[in-house]
DNA sequence: CTAATTCTGTAACGATGATTACAAAATAGG
DNA sequence: CCTATTTTGTAATCATCGTTACAGAATTAG
């Protein structure tokens, strides 16, 4: 028994998604009402209707692509490969989006954290638990391979801060990678970065 | 002889930091003339007269921090400091940037890139030529880690790859900090990304 | 002094920003 | 069919955008 009253004509996940080209594309600041109704095919009236205004847009794009960014991580970071070659997938997972040829590639977390990190508590709220799940879920792969020797732990070093340290380096440099991927557009930049991350991990 | 006409009632040096400050705060498209008339303390006539437009003033901005971050850079890479301890300095100096009261703190050249790379020819130079001079700096440095020993060289290893891959590894671990700094606030994530960043090149 | 030149502040411009108002269209229940 | 309800598209609203026009102020050269 649907609702009464005139059915609406889109889906809202596919607008949400036509969203996120758009603030990918433009930014936040940049991207007008205008771009919006152009991108999602919706006119004014539904867009507002549908979602408040552009800030709540916003962060419906946002939560929905951070989701779908932490499933994937998950997807890559869980497989049943070696430790090494989980993060070297994860590392090589990101090229795609940031060597295309849309106009502005990259990713669009990274982009409202550097737009609007400081002054918008809910991309702040994103972006910290992004950046917390992403962490752990490296953490869990690193244990794992010290626990099957692949990756040795140092007589001086205590396991827990060791993976810890090494966790948050090659999370860095994941970030990094995007934002000189992004800003460069240049892939053998991006191919030492990720071996010489992954030797500086796991050794030759 | 100074030229005919009244003559101007502002430095251009300070104008042009006070528009870092102003572009820093609010990026680019957020950042109206009449922010940069405040910042500046400049009125429109003045401000147009004297740098054309605001994507002049941008950009002219930009390249000042750029180099004003290039000879820091430049200086602190090449203190008589072991290798460790220089790239050591080269991220602690990043940390107050990040981890300020401002609204938006962090890197103009950076937020640069996000706003607007791919769609600002002159922000893509910029920030293509930072990377280079980093690189090569940080290249430099580790090249001087391998001749001193301090830098162990892999059996397996050929120097200059060696050398290279963990510098833009270095590098992009530098550049994740700085987003992950200013997206999080969080100083204990900075400080296991500068160990775990020094220990995964140097060893423990 | 005058003439030429440059800078300054204010007012105005047309364009575009986000958002709202509202009438017409489309549905459900009765 | 009728009423209530929701969606849709368009027009309008008010603010602000980047930029320009321009009159007056401040200077130099002569």
Do not use: W
């Not at 916003?58 to 692509?65: G, K, Q, R, T, V």
């Not at 396991?159 to 240049?186: I, P």
Request: charged letters at 25%.
């Amino acid at each position: 028994m649907p609702a009464p009253g005139r059915p609406r004509e889109f889906k809202d996940q596919r607008v949400v998604e036509a969203a996120v080209d758009a603030f990918l594309n433009k930014g936040y600041a940049a991207c007008s009402a205008q771009d919006l109704c152009e991108q999602t095919g919706l006119g004014r009236g539904s867009l507002y209707n549908a979602f408040g205004n552009k800030h709540e847009l916003y962060i419906e794009a946002l939560e929905h692509y951070d989701q779908e960014g932490i499933t994937e991580q998950q997807r890559i970071l869980q497989q049943s490969l070696s430790a090494k070659e989980r993060l070297q997938t994860l590392f090589e997972y990101a090229l795609p989006f940031d060597f295309t040829d849309q106009q502005k590639p990259g990713c669009l977390i990274i982009n409202a954290a550097m737009e609007r990190g400081g002054m918008d508590d809910d991309v702040d709220r994103i972006f910290r638990r992004h950046v917390d799940i992403l962490e752990q879920m490296i953490v869990q792969v690193l244990h794992e391979a010290i626990a099957t020797g692949e990756l040795p732990l140092p007589q001086s070093a205590v396991a827990d801060t060791y993976v810890a340290e090494l966790a948050d380096m090659a999370m860095s440099s994941f970030y990094g990678l995007r934002v000189l991927n992004k800003g460069t557009q240049n892939p053998a930049l991006a191919s030492r970065i990720i071996r010489g991350t992954l030797t500086a991990i796991f050794g030759n």
